[in-house]
């Protein structure tokens, strides 16, 4: 069997890590869009919450911002 010279082999291994690094970089940016999806998300349902308590606390006390609150949705 033929021995492979230095520099092929060198290629080679440049080669591998290059392909290994590539993949790490797409798992790794995979995750953060995970993750990033999953915040907003989060976000979203504080949000809609912290409006629910706010529509419903405003109209228990009387506020004259649920009148303003009705006319805009006309």
């Known amino acids: 069997m033929r021995a492979r010279p230095r ?29 990033a999806k999953q915040e907003a998300e989060g976000e979203e349902a504080d949000e809609a919450d912290e409006a629910e308590r706010d529509s419903t606390s405003s109209g228990e006390a009387g506020a004259p911002g649920v009148e303003t609150a009705h006319r805009r949705m006309h």
């Open 7 to 35: 520099e092929m082999v060198r290629l080679l291994a440049t080669l591998r890590r290059s392909a290994q690094c590539r993949a790490l970089r797409a798992a790794s940016a995979q995750e953060a869009v995970r993750l």
